[in-house]
């Protein structure tokens, strides 16, 4: 494989998806993803905000991330990522790790979260290099999706959990807020 | 009856100066009560009735209105006041012409009366009678001489006329008047002599004109109009090396008002818009060159350019001017570069250009053009595409236009501009209905856009779904109630539109009723101006004022009038050419009733 030159990091702003918009936030999964969300799916995303958000470059949308807050008997909760897709062209730019890195700030700044997680299909080499390039920790077990994707084949996956209080941001991720 | 019959005892008279102050405060209840009082004793009081008349008048009982006021004109015909009332109430119900004839009638038995004097000034204006209107002013100054306004509109008047010597001596005797200037009416007096030399300057007195603004010029507050005019009034005396110089002060000021460019092409020797020498341009080239470096932000000074550069040179200066566009993302580069494609070999370089960049960017990140190390970001790309689309539909390859429309949607479809640019292009290509669904994909995007959301109206409109195309609209209107609350907002596209797909559709009473209801728009916005000739008058916004009536003038000139006119003629013909018989429709039925005289077009022209 060649080496890929380093592109410089692309300037975003975050944008909470609202009623108003969530069509865009719905174009960019049916770019990004081959199974197809329902609207079940972006109405749960929607109720978690400020968590779900999407990444504008310029001004439009090139990047969501969206999350569902699980509660656990305890009290506290836990927030899976459903999740993470940057529009290819714009790939490689810093965006989903700055995205990545915001969801664990404002986790971290909310008491009753202790723990994010997320599935990712063994096979997906791109979104593990990130994940990890990214500190989080793979966690060994395999389970398999059942949810939300519905015209796809339950695939195995990888759980990738991360403690909220162990996470150390990397360097570079901030985000000016508009 | 004899007008001695008609005077009222003291205490009487005391009501009836009460009904007229109630009728001025709006305190119609209280004027009613009044006048029923005095009726309860005189119930043939000519005045009385009158005033009653025009009180219920504005309580919207029109028809009481007009028994009360004719009969109390019956009971006492040489009451000036009931004529006057009665010419207030046609007027009020816009029928000008029979408001004149009251209101000299008024005249004839009190010709001094300066109310009536000025309401009727109001309608001769109203109604372009000029001579009638410069002769009510004459006799409204030698009544009142020491009255500004009086000076002011009897100028106007011999403006309007054509009499510019007159209404520049009305002017200059009327500064003889004044002593002094109170600083309360500085900005006032400033306008005046503003408003002279604009009198001046369209008589054809160019050095009287630029001799006013000489002589006034510490006393003229808008100094920017002041400049302007004298730019003009250079340019047009030929001292065009006075007007650059007015015209470089100006850009100083403003480097993005094209006026001002023009004005300085043409103080430079070039008439901007017509061919131009090779020796010309290069004075233009150069004189641009020095202005780019006095005002590198402006946008103007480096569009300018693109209009009457070459060749090379042009190629370029459109180079580094589109950089920047396509860096920054600007939707409308297009649109702004559009008129440069009147020149065939402009538009041919241009795409070659976006081609080259096109097929560069992908592999190396880079415009072809610019030198350098720096790497683009990866929109510059697609907005590259789109300018392409964009380009290829304006040259008429629809094909070539959709190809690069779908590889920029593919790209990051995220932009809600190229979903709109994709409506237009298949819409051009003859498929408006497809043109409405990718529309309304767009606007589906952010629903809290009102653009977006008339222009996804418009292609419904466009493919004849006049229902989709109500039910887009509503999601912006007040209360969902979309045909009221359109109208009042005078939303002329929607019902020009919505005219046009009810006559395709062959629903001509539809059509109809929406092409009307332009009209009466152009005639409420004709009927608004009554109002700014007293208010202009007394702020002194003369040469604004002017300007306003001139409008009014060309009003049934505007794009929307003439796209309603036709249509309605169209669909007084369709109606016309109805098989009433074969046709239960209701559009039938209804064609049966418009067909009678009411419908005919002279009564809502
Ligand atoms: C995975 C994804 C979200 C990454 O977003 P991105 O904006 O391209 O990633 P970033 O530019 O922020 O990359 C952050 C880090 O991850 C690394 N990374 C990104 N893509 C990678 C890949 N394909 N392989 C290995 N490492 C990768 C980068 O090198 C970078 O590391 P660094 O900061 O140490 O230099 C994006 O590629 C994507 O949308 N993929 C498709 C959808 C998907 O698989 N989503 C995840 C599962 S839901």
């Not at chain 2, 009081?45 to 005033?51: F, I, N, P, R, Y």
């Not at chain 2, 309580?59 to 006041?81: C, I, P, Q, T, W």
């Not at chain 2, 001489?145 to 309007?160: E, G, Y």
């Amino acid at each position: 494989m060649a080496v890929e030159k380093k592109l410089s990091p692309l300037a975003i702003s975050l944008l909470q998806p609202s009623d108003k918009n969530v069509n865009v936030l719905k174009k960019i999964h049916s770019q990004i993803f081959s199974s197809s969300y329902q609207e079940k799916f972006f109405t749960d995303s929607l109720e978690c905000l400020p968590f779900t958000s999407m990444a504008l470059y310029s001004d439009f949308a090139v990047a969501a991330i969206c999350c569902r807050l699980e509660k656990l008997p305890s009290g506290k909760s836990t927030l899976y990522i459903s999740t993470l897709g940057v529009l290819s062209p714009y790939r490689g730019r810093g965006i989903g790790k700055k995205l990545l890195a915001n969801v664990m700030k404002l986790a971290k700044e909310d008491q009753k979260i202790d723990e994010v997680y997320f599935h990712v299909p063994v096979n997906n080499a791109e979104a593990t290099g990130f994940l990890k390039s990214c500190g989080f920790a793979v966690e060994g077990h395999r389970e398999t999706i059942q949810g939300y994707t519905d015209n796809c084949d339950p695939v195995d996956c990888h759980v990738y959990v991360q403690s909220v209080s162990d996470w150390v941001a990397p360097e570079g991720v901030e985000i000016e807020e508009i | 009856m004899m007008k001695g019959d008609q005077v009222l005892p003291s205490k009487e008279a005391n009501l009836f100066k009460q009904i007229v102050k109630f009728y001025e405060t709006k305190q119609y209840k209280k004027g009613i009560k009044a006048a029923d009082q005095i009726l309860k004793k005189f119930p043939d009081h000519g005045e009385t009735l009158a005033m009653k008349g025009l009180t219920l008048n504005c309580m919207e009982k029109k028809e009481e209105a007009y028994e009360y006021v004719l009969r109390g004109l019956k009971y006492d015909m040489k009451s000036h006041v009931c004529w006057h009332v009665y010419g207030l109430l046609y007027r009020s119900d816009r029928d000008y012409r029979q408001a004149i004839k009251c209101y000299r009638n008024a005249l004839r038995l009190d010709k001094d009366n300066l109310q009536i004097l000025r309401d009727l000034s109001l309608l001769q204006i109203q109604m372009r009678d000029l001579s009638g209107f410069a002769e009510t002013r004459q006799q409204l100054l030698m009544l009142k001489p020491n009255n500004r306004n009086n000076w002011i509109a009897f100028a106007i008047a011999q403006h309007l006329h054509s009499s510019y010597d007159l209404a520049g001596k009305i002017l200059m005797a009327y500064e003889g008047t004044l002593e002094g200037v109170p600083v309360s009416e500085r900005y006032e007096h400033g306008e005046m002599l503003l408003y002279k030399a604009m009198i001046q300057e369209e008589s054809g007195a160019l050095n009287s004109a630029l001799e006013s603004l000489d002589k006034g010029s510490d006393q003229i507050i808008d100094v920017l109009a002041a400049k302007e005019a004298r730019g003009r009034l250079l340019q047009q005396t030929g001292n065009l090396t006075g007007a650059e110089a007015v015209y470089r002060e100006l850009l100083e000021m403003n480097p993005d008002n094209y006026n001002y460019h023009t004005g300085l092409q043409s103080s430079l020797g070039t008439d901007p818009g017509s061919e131009i020498t090779p020796d010309q341009r290069a004075t233009l080239q150069a004189a641009y060159e020095d202005l780019f470096e006095k005002y590198p932000k402006s946008t103007g000074v480096k569009r300018i350019p693109l209009n009457f550069l070459e060749g090379d040179h042009f190629k370029a200066a459109v180079q580094s001017y589109v950089t920047r566009f396509l860096q920054k993302g600007i939707p409308s580069l297009f649109s702004d570069l559009s008129s440069l494609y009147v020149s065939t070999a402009k538009a041919d370089i241009l795409e070659k250009m976006f081609e080259e960049a096109v097929s560069s960017l992908p592999s190396s990140d880079k415009l072809p053009w610019c030198q350098g190390e720096t790497l683009e970001e990866p929109a510059v790309y697609v907005w590259a595409l789109f300018y392409l689309a964009q380009h290829y539909n304006h040259r008429g390859a629809s094909t070539k236009a959709l190809e690069k429309i779908d590889a920029a949607i593919a790209h990051t479809p995220t932009i809600i501009d190229f979903y709109l640019v994709k409506a237009r292009i298949l819409n051009e290509a003859g498929d408006p209905k497809a043109a409405a669904i990718v529309a309304d994909e767009g606007r589906s995007m952010d629903l809290a856009d009102r653009y977006l959301n008339s222009e996804a109206t418009k292609w419904w409109l466009q493919a004849d779904q006049v229902e989709s195309a109500q039910d887009t609209i509503a999601l912006f209107t007040k209360d969902g109630d979309q045909g009221n609350n359109l109208h009042d907002m005078q939303c002329m596209w929607y019902e020009v539109e919505a005219g046009n797909s009810h006559l395709r559709c062959e629903r001509f009473g539809k059509a109809l009723k929406l092409f009307k209801a332009v009209a009466e728009h152009f005639a409420d916005i004709q009927e608004d101006q009554f109002d700014f000739h007293s208010y202009c008058l007394r702020k002194m916004t003369l040469r604004t004022y002017v300007k306003l009536l001139r409008m009014e003038e060309h009003l049934h000139g505007h794009r929307f009038y003439c796209m309603a006119a036709f249509g309605l003629v169209r669909a007084y013909i369709g109606i016309y050419d109805q098989p009433i018989a074969l046709e239960g429709s209701k559009s039938a039925v209804s064609a049966v009733s418009q067909r009678r005289p009411s419908a005919t077009p002279g009564s809502l022209l």
